[in-house]
C-alpha cells in the first residue's frame, strides 16, 4: 500500500506537487495519469525518498520509505531506465545491486529469465535498446521480490509486443496481490491496463477512480450515422428527443438508442449508409478532464514527447 497525503512540493515558485492525497491499493494495477509536466515523476520520486516533501507526507506500507528496514525487498521502482552504468553487463548491474542489498545471488538469474533478459545477460548495457533498458529497470526493480512496485513510464518507447509483455507482466504482478503504480501521460497505454487510476494536472488530484467509471463519466459516447440526407435525418431525429450535432461529413447523435435511430430512418425512408457506436476512449476523457490543466502548450508540449 502506498499512501500519499497533503503531498507538497515546490522548486522555487514551480508548484510541481500541490496539496496530492490518494492511496494505492493492492491486488490491481493503478495508472498514475497526468500530462507533461503534471508532477508524476516528482510524486514518485518523494514517496521513494529521492526528494524531501515541502509538506505532507508519503508512505510505503505505513512508513516513510527512508525508515524502511532493505527497501528494496518492500519497494521495487523503476524511474529512469537509461539511469544504469552502461560499461557493466546486465547480469553485473543486478549483481551488484543484489550484494549491495542482502539479496541471494540466486534471485538475480530469476529475474533475468522473468524479464526475458537471460540470453543478453552478459551484453553490456550501452548496447541495449530502450525495450532491453526498460526490462533491465524491471528486473532490478524485482530483485528484492517487493509487495510494491513503482514504475515510471514504463511502456514509453516500447514496440506493440513489448507494450504487450509488460501489460501481461504488470497485470501479473497485481494478480499476485502486490501493489503496482505506474504512470503514464499517454492515456491510450492505460486503457485495458490499469483497473485504477489516479490523474493529475498541475501537480493536484484530478480524478481517482476506475478506469470503467473514469470513461463512463466524462466522455460521451455518441452514435455515428452517415446518410445523404443529414437535413431530413436531423430533423426526424430531434423530433424524437435526440440531439445531433453534424460534423466531419456525419452526425452525432447522442440522447436515442440506436435501435429507435434505425427504426426511424426506416420509417420515414431515409438512407443510412452508416451506423456505428462510438465508445468514448479514455484519451477523451483524459482530454476533458485535464483540458484546463496542460501546463506547456504547442511547440514546448510537442518538444518534450519521447524524450525519456
Ligand atoms: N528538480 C527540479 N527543479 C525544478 N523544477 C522541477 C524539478 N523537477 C521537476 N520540476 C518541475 O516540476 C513540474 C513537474 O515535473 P514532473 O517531472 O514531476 O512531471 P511529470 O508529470 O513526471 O512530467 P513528464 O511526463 O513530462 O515526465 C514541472 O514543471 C517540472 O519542470
Do not use: C
Not at 248 to 254: A, C, F, K, S
Not at 270 to 286: C, D, G, I
Amino acid at each position: 500500500m502506498i499512501e500519499v497525503a497533503g503531498l507538497t512540493k515546490h522548486f522555487g515558485k514551480t508548484r510541481a506537487v500541490h496539496g496530492l492525497t490518494f492511496q494505492v491499493r493492492p491486488g490491481v494495477v493503478t495508472g498514475f495519469l497526468g500530462p507533461n509536466g503534471a508532477g508524476k515523476t516528482t510524486t514518485m520520486r518523494l514517496i521513494l525518498g529521492l526528494d524531501r516533501p515541502t509538506s505532507g507526507t508519503a508512505t510505503v506500507n505505513g512508513m516513510p520509505y527512508t525508515r524502511l528496514d532493505a527497501p528494496l525487498q518492500q519497494v521495487g521502482a523503476m524511474l529512469e531506465a537509461r539511469g544504469v552504468h552502461g560499461g557493466r553487463t546486465a547480469k553485473a548491474h543486478l549483481l551488484a545491486l543484489a550484494q549491495s542489498n542482502g539479496i541471494p545471488r540466486r534471485r538475480v538469474g530469476e529475474v533475468l529469465e522473468l524479464t526475458g533478459l537471460s540470453t543478453v545477460a552478459g551484453k553490456r548495457v550501452k548496447g541495449f535498446s530502450l525495450g532491453m533498458s526498460q526490462r533491465l529497470g524491471i528486473a532490478a526493480a524485482l530483485l528484492g521480490d517487493p509487495k510494491v512496485l513503482m514504475f515510471d513510464e514504463p511502456i514509453n518507447g516500447l514496440d506493440p509486443e513489448g507494450i504487450r509483455w509488460m501489460r501481461t507482466l504488470l497485470s501479473g504482478f497485481a494478480a499476485q496481490g502486490r501493489t503496482v503504480l505506474v504512470s503514464s501521460h499517454i492515456m491510450s497505454e492505460m486503457e485495458g491496463l490499469a483497473d485504477q487510476l489516479i490523474v493529475i494536472g498541475r501537480g493536484e488530484l484530478v480524478a481517482d477512480t476506475t478506469t470503467r467509471e473514469l470513461i463512463e463519466h466524462n466522455a460521451r459516447a455518441y452514435i455515428r450515422v452517415r446518410t445523404p440526407e443529414p437535413a431530413r435525418l436531423t430533423a426526424v431525429l430531434t423530433a424524437e428527443g435526440a440531439q445531433v450535432a453534424a460534423a466531419e461529413g456525419e452526425l452525432r447523435v447522442t440522447a436515442l438508442a440506436i435501435e429507435r435511430i434505425a427504426e426511424l430512418a426506416a420509417r420515414e425512408g431515409v438512407p443510412v449508409h452508416e451506423l456505428a457506436p462510438q465508445r468514448a476512449s479514455l484519451e477523451t476523457a483524459f482530454m476533458d478532464l485535464t483540458a484546463v490543466d496542460v501546463e506547456f502548450s504547442g511547440a514546448r508540449h510537442n518538444g518534450k514527447e519521447g524524450t525519456r
